[in-house]
């Protein structure tokens, strides 16, 4: 065998990616052999992308953003950066989905992980952790950035959604932590947050 790739073709059925073998034959003429793969490379990113990302929301899950999270503090150890770190969880979600059904609840966090990430940079990593607890990795916020993001996401939040033509107003306790003010390792950043965000809760106020 004397090369072997990947290489996409247009075809009649479109766009289609193909495995190629040059062998050389025993003349010394060349031949090339196609195999269509397509099917199989998109099996493997959807496979890939399950694994990374929330089914109901499609956002990165937890495995992502803790890559996400250990990259950008990789970078503050490189550049000297900071990081931000919000945590947030929906107050009131247990009761929507108590009243109006699951399929009602699992639209709401739809629509909130859609405005969470409307309202971010396409630098910035939303992540639904599971249930209603989503979180967003801000790079280069300082703890002043984090307070005035975390008002723009409590008012992005409380804005009323329609579910089943009923309008439902939901609201969100958030923590924050910054590296390298509250640690400069993703487990220590998270389980800060995550403290600043049931102190948020426990305290009635939208932010910690």
């Known amino acids: 065998v004397a090369d072997r790739d990947d290489v996409e073709i247009a075809t009649p059925l479109g766009l289609r990616s193909f495995d190629y ?3 050389v034959l025993p003349d010394e003429a060349v031949g090339v052999q196609f195999t ?3 099917d199989r490379k998109h099996a493997t990113e959807l496979i890939r992308h399950q694994a990374f990302h929330d089914p109901l929301t ?6 992502l953003l803790f890559d996400r999270l ?3 503090l990789a970078a503050l150890h490189r550049d000297g950066t900071n990081v ?3 945590l947030l969880d929906l107050n009131q979600f247990k009761e929507i989905n108590d009243t109006l059904g699951h399929g009602y609840g699992d639209e709401l966090l739809t629509t909130i992980g859609v405005r969470l990430s409307d309202m971010m940079r396409e630098v910035d990593t939303v992540a639904r952790l599971g249930g209603d607890e989503f979180a967003i990795v801000v790079g280069g916020a300082t ?4 307070l005035e993001i975390s008002q723009r996401v409590a008012e992005a939040i409380k804005q009323p959604v329609k579910l089943g033509g009923i309008e439902v107003e939901i609201t969100a306790s958030v923590g924050g932590a910054v590296a390298p003010t509250h640690g400069s390792d993703a487990h220590v950043l998270l389980q800060r947050a995550d403290i600043a965000m049931y102190d948020a809760k426990r305290s009635g106020v939208p932010y910690r």
Not at 58 to 63: D, G, M, V
Not at 143 to 146: A, V
Request: net charge negative.
């Open 58 to 63: 499609a956002l990165p899950n937890r495995t």
């Open 84 to 86: 931000g770190l919000l």
């Open 21 to 23: 073998e040059i062998v």
């Open 70 to 72: 250990t990259q950008a």
């Open 36 to 38: 269509d793969v397509t």
């Open 143 to 146: 703890e002043g950035d984090l």
